[in-house]
């Protein structure tokens, strides 16, 4: 069983549960947007996309982000994902990561998208 992000109740009033390809999409969206030392117990946890949408946007930026969010991506997520392929685009307030992955236990290759833009 797969507890569904963003937590939520399916149609029985129970918790809302997932397939195993949407839980490591979660997982990947719960890493990029999680900033370091937010979690008690795992403060190396995240690579801070939310913090970083309001620095000065350049292809610095985008480079370091990307640095950053590869690094998080093989250390927490390395056993059940290979990364194929990450680009990340900055213009204006607006950040897109696009990861590219291979799920080790099926094969299946899957594309997720993470768009943070400036604001609440």
Same mark, same amino acid.
């Given at each position: 069983?797969?507890?569904? #992000? &963003?937590?939520?109740?399916?149609?029985?009033?129970?918790? +809302?549960?997932?397939?195993?390809?949407?839980?490591?999409?979660?997982l %990947?969206?719960l890493?990029?947007l999680?900033?370091?030392?937010?979690?008690?117990n795992?403060p190396?946890?995240?690579?801070?996309?939310?913090?970083l949408v #309001?620095? &000065?946007?350049? =292809?610095?930026? =985008? =480079? =370091? %982000? $990307?640095?950053?969010?590869?690094g998080?991506?093989?250390?927490?997520?390395?056993?059940?994902?290979?990364?194929?392929?990450? $680009?990340?685009?900055?213009?204006?307030?607006?950040?897109d990561?696009?990861v590219?992955?291979?799920?080790?236990?099926?094969?299946a290759?899957?594309?997720?998208?993470?768009?943070?833009e +400036?604001? &609440?």
């Amino acid at each position: 069983m797969y507890v569904d #992000f &963003p937590w939520s109740y399916d149609g029985r009033g129970r918790t +809302a549960e997932t397939t195993r390809a949407d839980h490591v999409r979660d997982l %990947l969206v719960l890493t990029a947007l999680t900033e370091a030392g937010e979690r008690v117990n795992r403060p190396g946890f995240g690579c801070g996309l939310r913090q970083l949408v #309001f620095a &000065p946007n350049s =292809a610095e930026l =985008a =480079a =370091a %982000l $990307q640095f950053t969010m590869q690094g998080a991506i093989e250390r927490e997520l390395g056993d059940v994902l290979t990364l194929r392929a990450m $680009q990340v685009t900055s213009e204006d307030a607006i950040l897109d990561v696009s990861v590219t992955y291979v799920l080790r236990e099926t094969g299946a290759e899957e594309t997720v998208t993470v768009r943070r833009e +400036a604001g &609440p």
